[in-house]
């Protein structure tokens, strides 16, 4: 067992639920509830309405799915939207088309697989984030699973934090190094660590976050006793939810709060509440801790022996050399490995994931991975316990479900939000420029030349595409009624965190595209050896290059600027 599973209670919670929505649904169709009225009770099931249609989000705890829920969401494509789904930032799924007098139906097929829309959005704590490799992570000190679930099951329904004055997000990491998670752009992140006695506990991070105004976060208590943990994060959601702002909602989220206040001011806060509150009902216990961590035990692993996997694979197949080399990582147990699926290329855009490639990478992953997959934030699958002898027969399969792009942490391998195609926020389009992206940088030698390098494209400042974290960021704008491009430098979302710097000038989409390309070319000259990575090279040299090379003579003008990338 390798995921949660629910009990008696949780699945007739999450049933009454759905049944309570469709009578919501009913009564709104039929008028007794005007739009206003029935708004926030959509936004509790996850029901957007977008641009053209509703959005509907459904939560997927920690990123995993198992078989049966993989085949439930390729049903939910085919009867429900337009035979695809996509995978979110915060390792969700939604679905794009639906028809309003649908979702209740879809909300009791999910509950048959324990799955909802529960806390997808709205103004509360949203779905739990983590390392995507939780669990056979190499690196990890302790799965951080068990406390994912642990606070999903506190923050679900909790009556004091359904209405705080904005959305608030939680990522865990069980890495002393690589933070996978981003735990630093989260209103909460929490790193599993050791203190100097060698205890075990958690770093507690606040006030990170993008959007609007992007703020890295802050540590607010360095070392908190792992029986402690619920009574900390509990502490931190009081004091926002008592001084966080309400009359202003660009204002309103914990990292304004936490830099308005002060880091110490802050700190001083959430300790005076933690003091008085800490010896409450709310302490972990080690039984309760084993009740929820029995269902993350190790599946059946085999002792196998380690192999080296390129060296029996170079020059015989080159594009499958290539795979192994790319998406195919490290596992903690000898003989298994990590890969990595993703479909980004110049046809499909970043996080769509089809009826049947649901359904297949369900057989894939009952097959040859214990029945598990994890959707990334990156907007990628993996598949966590392939062992390395079925890597050729997998790799084969993955290719017929043109899920086997071999790019990951790579150039083309974007996250981009749905932009203007979807969103009613947008100011610009975001897609396009991500298939013409995919489609200037086609060449998969010059892309493994280039080694790795991230770019993030949103087509609003809710930055829900992440380009603040990006080494090459995008973000569309409205410029006197067109759609525009501000391009950012310099962003990461790893232990060296850092936002990105505007460049220059706005673009158009074509100028934003060939700026990437022009970005990209002055990387390649200053880098000083090829093992230097893009975000290095950047940090040694600085702005001044990449300006110089993309406007020309770093005129401040856009028609400088566009004439300059034409």
């Not at 794009?96 to 879809?106: C, G, S, T, V």
């Not at 059946?300 to 050399?321: H, I, V």
Request: aromatic share 10%; hydrophobic share 35%.
């Amino acid at each position: 067992m390798n995921q949660y599973q629910y009990d008696a209670y949780d699945q007739k919670l999450i049933e009454e639920r759905a049944r309570q929505f469709a009578g919501q649904v009913e009564r709104r169709i039929s008028g007794e509830l005007t739009e206003n009225e029935f708004k926030p009770l959509r936004l509790q099931n996850g029901l957007y309405m977008q641009l053209h249609a509703y959005m509907f989000r459904i939560a997927v705890p920690y990123g995993i799915l198992n078989g049966k829920q993989l085949r439930k969401l390729a049903h939910l494509a085919r009867t429900y939207d337009r035979g695809y789904g996509h995978l979110t930032t915060r390792q969700n799924v939604q679905f794009n088309w639906p028809r309003l007098e649908d979702i209740p139906k879809a909300l009791a097929e999910l509950a048959s697989v324990q799955m909802h829309a529960v806390q997808t959005s709205g103004n509360c704590i949203r779905n739990i984030t983590s390392d995507p490799f939780a669990g056979v992570a190499p690196d990890e000190l302790e799965d951080p699973r068990p406390y994912c679930e642990i606070l999903r099951q506190w923050s679900t329904f909790h009556p004091e934090f359904a209405f705080l004055p904005r959305k608030f997000k939680i990522a865990v990491t069980g890495t002393p190094g690589q933070d996978r998670a981003a735990i630093r752009y989260h209103d909460i992140g929490v790193r599993i660590v050791d203190n100097a006695a060698g205890e075990r506990g958690f770093e507690i991070w606040a006030g990170g976050g993008l959007g609007r105004t992007p703020f890295i976060g802050k540590i607010i208590r360095g070392f908190v006793e792992y029986e402690y943990l619920l009574c900390y994060l509990e502490a931190i959601l009081r004091v926002y939810n008592l001084y966080g702002r309400r009359d202003n909602k660009f204002k309103a989220r914990i990292k304004i709060l936490v830099n308005e206040l002060g880091t110490e001011k802050f700190r001083k806060a959430v300790e005076a509440e933690f003091e008085r509150t800490k010896d409450s009902a709310l302490r972990l216990t080690r039984e309760e801790y084993e009740r929820i961590a029995q269902h993350f035990q190790p599946p059946p692993y085999e002792q196998l022996p380690a192999t080296s996997l390129l060296r029996a694979e170079l020059g015989k197949d080159r594009q499958y050399a290539r795979w192994l080399k790319q998406n195919v990582l490290p596992h903690k147990v000898p003989g298994y490995r990590l890969v990595i699926l993703t479909a980004k290329n110049a046809e499909n855009p970043p996080g769509d994931v089809s009826d049947t490639q649901f359904d297949g990478v369900a057989d894939l992953a009952d097959q040859y991975s214990f029945g598990r997959v994890v959707v990334m934030h990156t907007q990628n699958l993996v598949l966590t316990d392939v062992k390395e002898s079925d890597l050729p027969a997998l790799y084969r399969r993955l290719v017929q479900l043109e899920l086997a792009t071999p790019n990951h942490g790579l150039l083309t391998d974007q996250i981009c939000c749905p932009g203007l195609d979807y969103c009613a926020l947008a100011n610009a389009r975001s897609i396009p420029v991500a298939l013409e992206l995919n489609r200037r940088f086609d060449d998969l030698d010059y892309v493994n030349d280039i080694g790795p390098c991230s770019i993030k494209i949103s087509g609003c400042i809710n930055a829900c595409g992440h380009h603040h974290i990006a080494n090459i960021g995008i973000l569309g704008i409205n410029k006197h009624g067109q759609e525009a491009y501000q391009l950012t430098l310099g962003g990461n979302d790893s232990d060296s965190a850092s936002i990105g710097r505007i460049l220059g000038p706005a673009l158009d989409e074509r100028g934003v595209v060939a700026a990437v390309e022009v970005v990209i070319q002055t990387y390649l000259r200053l880098r000083s050896s090829p093992d230097e990575t893009f975000l290095a090279c950047y940090r040694r040299v600085g702005e001044k290059p990449f300006k110089e090379a993309v406007y020309d003579d770093g005129s401040s003008s856009d028609d400088a600027a566009e004439q300059a990338v034409a």
